[in-house]
């Protein structure tokens, strides 16, 4: 019985120590999580990141968001649907076979 009691004491104090020694860490590590590459807050700034690489539009030249890019025949970008449509109708009246009258 006694061996118990000494147990369970000196479970307690481990127990206890631990405890510290984990509050001591959280103390020192506060912030640690946002390095992280795993939360949301990196998560935010990365897809900003992307949102910002610029890419050519295939029809007037200009560079774009690649968030607000359109895809458009051929995989081709566009930047707006103004562009998207302009390489559509150069698309049909290339296919059309240049059959222009005039
Ligand atoms: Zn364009």
């Known amino acids: 019985m006694r061996r118990i009691v000494l147990l369970v004491a000196f479970l307690y104090l481990v127990w206890r120590?631990?405890?510290?020694?984990?509050?001591?860490?959280?103390?020192?590590?506060?912030?640690?999580?946002?390095?992280?590459?795993?939360t949301p807050r990196h998560?935010?700034?990365?897809?900003?990141t992307e949102a910002e690489e610029l890419l050519l539009c295939s029809v007037c030249g200009t560079h774009v968001p690649a968030s607000s890019l359109?895809?458009?025949p051929e995989r081709r970008l566009c930047c707006s649907?103004?562009?998207?449509?302009?390489?559509?109708?150069?698309?049909?009246?290339?296919?059309?076979?240049g059959d222009e009258g005039d």
């Open 17 to 38: 120590i631990l405890s510290s020694w984990g509050k001591k860490m959280n103390a020192r590590a506060r912030g640690a999580e946002h390095f992280s590459r795993f």
């Open 70 to 72: 359109v895809e458009g």
């Open 43 to 48: 998560k935010k700034r990365q897809e900003k």
């Open 81 to 97: 649907e103004e562009c998207l449509k302009r390489l559509r109708a150069e698309q049909e009246r290339f296919s059309a076979g």
